[in-house]
């Protein structure tokens, strides 16, 4: 993975937009769903764009394989950017259920993330699809996942969907892969989303 010079995404609908339009009624998930006090559902809810785009900084080896050498100004925006895409990520594969979708490379980093805060993320995909978007391993010896053209057009099906697709961070010449040699198996990134084979039912 090398570094991309930075650019500007299209003034679409971002991921953090989408993540503010849904701020209340996650609060009220996680109040109603899990019992948790009010005040500290508000705060971190109010404070989740913030934690994630500071933890890949701080502390996500992938992220400072790639932005590390940046200075601190530059890394924060690279983070804003991943976790914008991630989110965007799991919009895609929401809207499109039944459908197969991989994330690229570079937004994976923000897609492993996002299911790092599993709380959190659940009242996001459970008050926005009303359902849980399942991030599946690609680790089952000797099981061929389809992989071929996946990045492309989960990317251009963000694009579609009216949202701000950052195109640098869609390689489009990048195939999701399981092992090196494109088989699968060995927990690669490739089966990530809602797959058709396996959609969260």
Not at 14 to 22: A, E
Not at 119 to 148: K, N, Q, S, V
Request: aromatic share 10%.
């Amino acid at each position: 993975m090398s570094v991309l010079a930075p650019q500007t995404a299209q003034a679409l609908v971002t991921g953090k937009q989408l993540l503010l339009q849904q701020r209340d009624p996650m609060i009220d998930y996680m109040v109603e769903e899990y019992n948790v006090e009010s005040s500290f559902a508000t705060l971190t809810i109010d404070e989740l764009w913030n934690r994630q785009t500071g933890r890949l900084m701080r502390k996500d080896k992938d992220f400072q394989e790639l932005y590390g050498a940046l200075e601190e100004k530059e890394q924060q925006a690279w983070a804003e950017r991943t976790m914008n895409q991630a989110i965007l990520f799991v919009v895609c594969c929401g809207k499109n259920r039944g459908e197969t979708f991989a994330p690229s490379e570079e937004v994976d980093i923000g897609w492993h993330l996002w299911k790092l805060y599993s709380l959190e993320t659940e009242a996001f995909e459970m008050t926005m699809f009303g359902r849980r978007i399942h991030h599946t391993p690609a680790d089952i010896l000797d099981y061929r996942y389809p992989t071929r053209g996946l990045i492309p057009k989960t990317a251009d099906t963000i694009a579609a969907m009216g949202l701000a697709i950052d195109r640098p961070l869609w390689p489009s010449n990048q195939e999701a892969k399981c092992n090196d040699d494109g088989t699968a198996g060995g927990g690669g990134y490739c089966a990530c989303g809602s797959m058709s084979f396996y959609d969260g039912r």
